[in-house]
């Protein structure tokens, strides 16, 4: 298996746009989770989903962000509209059931 | 609500040298417990993953033990080498959520 799958790996936009982040997760997992990380704060669990439904989305910031899983190979990760402070790496891991979560290389996203 | 935490932050050591890195948490719940390491601008690399029922896992020189009761995991690394350098996190898989650690940001000079 090739792993958990991310992309784009690098995005960089200015501020207002919309951000789609990608992610293709391990064949047979049925957890999903969308992780940002920051100097300041570390790792921190935006959204996860379990068999394709979102199970707990307390972590996503604000309303601007948002997370669709519409079939268990994919999902995504919309920002609109994306603003500087939303600057960091942006990770996506899956797991099955709790056998242990495998990450993706992440997508490194700067709003200018 | 489930904490994570890692002592300490930052360690350096010279080359050869055995550690111990740690992991508490509150909530003693957890299905499985995770050791990662992360490069620099890189993804995070599954090291050792110890599920609930078991104390502890060993691959290579690494070895991750488990005590629910007190809350706490560590990291045993032996005979350091300058190619551990990396931070490692350790996360609790608590319900369905994998919560993380901080991290402790390892350096190992020559």
């Known amino acids: 298996d090739a792993g958990v799958i991310q992309s784009p790996r690098h995005e960089v936009t200015e501020m207002g746009q919309e951000v789609t982040l990608r992610c293709k997760p391990i064949s047979g997992h049925n957890s999903l989770f969308w992780y940002r990380q920051t100097m300041m704060r570390g790792l921190e669990l935006l959204i996860y989903?379990?068999?394709?439904?979102?199970?707990?989305d307390s972590g996503m910031p604000e309303d601007r962000f948002s997370a669709k899983m519409p079939n268990a190979s994919f999902s995504t990760l919309k920002i609109q509209p994306s603003e500087p402070r939303d600057s960091a790496v942006y990770f996506c891991?899956?797991?099955?059931?709790?056998?242990?979560?495998?990450f993706g290389q992440g997508t490194r996203l700067t709003v200018v | 609500k489930q904490e994570v935490t890692q002592i300490p932050a930052a360690l350096s050591v010279p080359e050869g040298e055995n550690l111990v890195l740690n992991c508490s948490f509150t909530d003693s719940a957890i299905y499985n417990l995770q050791w990662f390491r992360q490069d620099p601008g890189k993804g995070l690399t599954s090291l050792l993953l110890?599920?609930?029922?078991?104390r502890e896992q060993t691959s290579g020189r690494l070895n991750a033990s488990l005590d629910k009761s007190s809350g706490r995991s560590t990291l045993y690394i032996a005979a350091s080498q300058p190619g551990d350098s990396a931070t490692y996190l350790c996360?609790?898989?608590?319900?369905?959520?994998?919560?993380f650690g901080t991290g402790t940001r390892l350096q190992v000079f020559p």
């Open positions: 110890i599920q609930s029922s078991q």
């Open positions: 891991a899956s797991s099955r059931d709790s056998r242990g979560a495998f």
């Open positions: 996360a609790v898989l608590d319900t369905d959520k994998l919560i």
């Open positions: 989903f379990n068999n394709n439904v979102p199970i707990d």
